[in-house]
């Protein structure tokens, strides 16, 4: 079993930066691929980002660019940079992690954390 810990929401304007993180305890991240998801108010969950126990990453293309995962192995922790934020960005961001290969499918990931809110302003 592992358990996830999100931390580094907040409120921040639009154009403003913050740094989540993700937390593993119980059990190393090696082997695993984690993923950092987002959902808004009255909205479908929605896939953010990923990355690869052997440090492959994927965007979505409504965050690429502005979005950066990534991992510190020795930590056991998974970040998601976000530049240039939107009031659009606003939701609460999930990490969650698998064993295996990465998918942007929110029902292949086994693994969850309780969410961290961000907010935007305009």
């Known amino acids: 079993q592992v358990q996830l810990a999100e931390s580094g929401g907040g409120v921040v304007q639009a154009g403003g930066s913050l740094r989540l993180s993700c937390a593993a305890s119980g059990r190393a991240f090696t082997r695993f691929a984690v993923a950092w998801f987002r959902q808004a108010p009255g909205k479908e969950r929605e896939f953010v980002a990923t990355i690869h126990w052997g440090g492959g990453t994927y965007h979505s293309d409504s965050v690429k660019g502005r979005f950066t995962i990534s991992r510190d192995s020795a930590k056991n922790t998974v970040y998601l940079q976000m530049n240039s934020l939107k009031p659009d960005d606003t939701a609460v961001y999930y990490c969650?992690?698998?064993?295996?290969?990465?998918?942007?499918?929110?029902?292949?990931?086994?693994?969850w954390g309780q969410g961290t809110q961000v907010t935007v302003s305009s």
């Open positions: 969650a992690a698998k064993i295996g290969s990465t998918s942007s499918d929110s029902g292949a990931y086994s693994y």
